[in-house]
């Protein structure tokens, strides 16, 4: 558990919050490893957790008739995967696949929106954050079917 914390503080999207609510997020969190090649979800799927990327790449995908999956974002190290286990009714927005074997802290969705049930201050900052990774990600949906289709 003390590895996972220290993890937690270190990882970007994370900075800058309490010791009481790192404290609570600590408490839905667990290891995991995605081989090369490996779906770690996919569009339609219900949308149980979220992760912070270790090590690796992981590919955004979205899959379209005549053009088959189209790749929207690579993400890497640092980088945070999934924000549909926030936003009602919890299901993967877009397929993810691991590009290379990847390590993350995946965070337990169904646990955090407990917490955030009885932390609205938690659940205000988790918000605020994720509204930027869903912003970040519509946008790079958008230039991608420009590219696809403008062509």
Known sequence: MEDLKAYLIE????????QHHLELIVGCA???RFDTGEFIFKEGQEANEFYLIRHGKV???????????????T???GDVL???WLIP?????????AVEITRAIALDGKCLRDKCEHDHDLGFELLKRFSNIVSQRLESTRLQL????GN
């Open 11 to 18: 990882h970007p999207f994370l900075q800058g919050f309490s």
């Open 30 to 32: 667990k290891n995991v």
């Open 59 to 73: 590919a955004l995908e979205m899959y379209a008739a005549e053009k088959g999956h189209i790749t929207i974002q």
């Open 75 to 77: 993400i890497s190290e």
């Open 82 to 84: 999934g924000w549909s």
């Open 89 to 97: 009714p919890y299901n993967w927005q877009f397929d993810a696949r």
């Open 146 to 149: 420009l590219d696809v289709y």
